[in-house]
């Protein structure tokens, strides 16, 4: 049995049963668990009373993809339309047409930096989306590229089937026979290979309705996976309630959710997934209704959405920063969104907490106030990560 005692830290356990309650303590790691947590002194190593948090979790992104979309915002910002680029094959596109070309080791290794900015801030947890390739065997590729990312780093991946994200030219008005051949196809096939953790759509009125992303819900249900989806983004289009009523795991974006949205979540113990970085880089105004997310009792978290086009954004630290000054989080629900709640939103029930039984996921960080994650922009104060009771 390996064993290591931290002690002199200022702990942060994000449980519910602790609440806001921060505390000098020690933490005992047994075999990559926490083995107990309790306050006062202990014989071991002494962290000079830095801040003890779980390590963060982003549980919303689409590291995996191939090219660039710089210069389509460059373009946005010399006063190009979003029809004038995508008409000049840009848009989502484009990245379809890099990824499709890319192989798996270009995949990856275009991923790994993104990745190392994510694990440098204390992510230990990384959700990553396939959804960029929209046809059978280049999804599979991006998911198979995404699970080699935790071969090579210290960090736990959990994959999302999201091939229903956008209609691919090839099926171009004939959206239910992309739905059986590709999506629903596809996915049977990357759960026979083990590549899917769960299963994502896009709930758009540019994208699926509700009625075709039940479709594909009835068969993650039928292969025993969890769902999610990217819901009320840009207007309101029943995501949300689908979400509940198949108690699932997450409605992400949901902007336009309504106050009967959140109390639907918060029954079904759905977490509402927040991405100001999206919000932030497409100029949104509508503000996802946070009131009403807090009188629900729905829980809150927050996560990158990485992605080339619209949240081109590699901080968690920042994207809490964004959570606050955005959407009026306060910091302590800042911290519990990109940790327990991130965890659920993922189906994880062994991390986000300090807690016995929890994985050792350790963020240590050169401060004493937990405000300071939050308060801070573009300041990284990490001092170390630990991934399964080891430091890396």
Not at 45 to 58: F, K, S, W
Not at 127 to 134: A, N, P
Not at 166 to 183: F, K, S, T
Request: with cysteine; aromatic share 6%.
């Amino acid at each position: 049995m390996t064993q290591i005692t931290l002690t002199n830290a200022t702990l942060v356990p994000c449980t519910e049963e602790t609440g806001n309650r921060v505390f000098n303590g020690w933490i005992r790691i047994e075999d990559g668990r926490i083995a107990a947590i309790g306050e006062g002194a202990a014989e071991g190593e002494d962290l000079g009373g830095r801040l003890v948090t779980p390590a963060l979790i982003d549980c919303h992104t689409h590291l995996v993809h191939g090219g660039s979309r710089a210069r389509e915002f460059e373009k946005r910002l010399e006063g190009a339309s979003y029809e004038e680029i995508a008409k000049s094959g840009g848009g989502i596109l484009s990245t379809v047409n890099a990824t499709r070309a890319a192989s798996e080791d270009d995949l990856v290794a275009s991923a790994l930096p993104r990745l190392d900015a994510l694990l440098s801030e204390g992510v230990a947890v990384v959700e990553v989306k396939s959804g960029y390739g929209l046809a059978v065997e280049d999804e599979i590729k991006m998911l198979r590229a995404a699970r080699r990312l935790a071969e090579l780093r210290a960090v736990r991946i959990v994959t999302t089937w999201l091939a229903a994200h956008a209609l691919p030219p090839e099926y171009a008005g004939r959206a239910e026979a992309y739905l059986d051949e590709v999506v629903i196809a596809g996915l049977r096939a990357a759960h026979a290979a083990g590549l899917v953790d769960a299963v994502d759509g896009f709930c758009e009125s540019i994208a699926f309705s509700a009625a075709q992303m039940a479709r594909v819900f009835d068969v993650a249900q039928e292969l025993g996976l969890p769902v999610k989806l990217h819901a009320e983004q840009l207007s309101h289009q029943g995501g949300a309630q689908l979400v509940a009523a198949r108690k699932g795991l997450s409605a992400d974006h949901i902007e336009y959710a309504t106050v009967a949205d959140a109390e639907a979540l918060a029954a079904a113990g759905s977490i509402a997934v927040l991405l100001p970085g999206a919000f932030y880089t497409l100029r949104e105004t509508q503000l996802p209704p946070i009131a009403a997310f807090r009188a629900a009792g729905c829980a809150m978290a927050l996560a990158t959405d990485c992605n080339p086009g619209t949240s081109p954004l590699t901080s968690l630290l920042l994207t809490m920063n964004m959570g606050a000054t955005l959407f009026r989080l306060t910091p302590t629900e800042c911290l519990n969104a990109v940790t327990r709640n991130a965890a659920q939103a993922l189906g994880l029930g062994d991390c986000g907490r300090l807690a016995p039984g929890m994985r050792a996921d350790l963020a240590v960080w050169e401060v004493t106030d937990p405000a300071e994650l939050t308060y801070r922009i573009g300041f990284n104060p990490l001092h170390s990560r630990y991934f399964g009771g080891r430091k890396c």
